[in-house]
């Protein structure tokens, strides 16, 4: 049996902090689409039996009606394959739920809240869907799987090892609990990094958000493609789907005297058809550095984002001793800076207010 086992979507996620530029939501929601169309495409070519989503199909809070006809029509167009979801944290399976007031192809199994078994000719395959935005358990201990010659398959949305009692629990499985429940395979979501070859013979297997929603997940984005022979013997394979790959590139401004000087050195910095790049700016500023002024002049649009990771280059003691207007407002900033009591932030705020001043006092 072949199966296709993808997760984490995240259907019109409104990608807030992905970009500095405010069209790159729209565009990464299209090219999202692009890559679900790329997946059935791919199941209709290599005539796939079964589809596993392990739960984040779509973002409830923002998915539309539209969208959510957009999936359940490119369903309809592999009547042959079988499809089960496993809601999980972001796609949970509460009363509004498209889930619940949506009617799906026919091809389509939706997990209940309490883990169910549902037996096919070729395997057995077992699932839950969350029933609220977190979950301390999906009982797993209570369920028993049937030891045959089928392959035994559980599609889940779950945090491995984690800890029930974080304050945000996203329904915490033990590694060790599913290998004594004896699965053949375990498609889980929820974890967007790949883990599906890291040691010998591995049945557990997170495919990782199938593409990047952001510079938090870099490399490569796709799908588990699997296959079960007549012994049971089980091969899996990543199949990348996401064509756009996401980019670090970091530049020091230690030896930057000005706005116009850093937006030439960013000018030059060459960057691949197929990357989306942050600039992460370091080392210490010698002017104020304005990221969403500075991004205007970017003549790559590759170039979506400005992280500002410097600090002050001013002698701030030194100036502190000036005779002079500058002298007496860098020491009593100096004093501000000192409370024990500042958070962070504050401290960010109060470097900030060092630097415009000094600008309008030379």
Known sequence: ??????????????????????????????????????????????????????????????VKQSTIEYINKLFLEIPQTKIYISAGNHDPKVKNSYYNKFNWS?????FDTKIEKIENEDCNIYGF????????????????????????????HGNLDGAKKDDKPYNPISKKLLEEKGFDYVALGHIHKKDYNSYENQKIVYP???????????GEHGM?????????????KF??????????????????????????????IEVKENEYVEIV???????????YDILKYIKNDRIIKLKDETKLAYNLEKLANETTLRGLFVKEMIEKLKNENNTEEEKEIIEKAIEIGLNSLE
């Open 129 to 156: 869907s969350f029933d609220d935005f977190y979950c301390d358990s999906c009982n797993l201990e209570n369920t028993e799987v049937t030891k045959n010659e089928k392959p035994n398959i559980l599609v889940i």
């Open 208 to 218: 990782g958000s199938t593409i990047s929603l952001g510079f938090d997940e870099l």
């Open 224 to 236: 588990i493609v699997g296959n079960f022979d007549n012994e049971k013997n089980l091969n899996l």
């Open 1 to 62: 049996m072949k199966f296709v086992h993808i997760a984490d979507m995240h259907l019109d996620s409104p990608f807030v902090n992905l970009s500095d530029k405010s069209i790159m939501g729209d565009l990464r929601r299209l090219e999202q689409r692009k890559v679900f169309k790329k997946i059935i495409e791919y199941i209709k070519e290599n005539n796939i039996e079964y589809l596993f989503i392990s739960g984040d199909l779509y973002e409830h809070q923002y």
């Open 106 to 110: 026919e091809n389509v199994t939706i």
């Open 239 to 268: 199949v990348p789907l996401d064509d756009e790959q996401f980019t670090k590139i970091e530049l020091n401004v230690d030896n930057i005297y000005s706005k116009e000087e850093l937006i030439e050195k960013i000018n030059e």
């Open 281 to 291: 700016i370091k080392g210490g500023r010698n002017f104020e550095i304005d990221k």
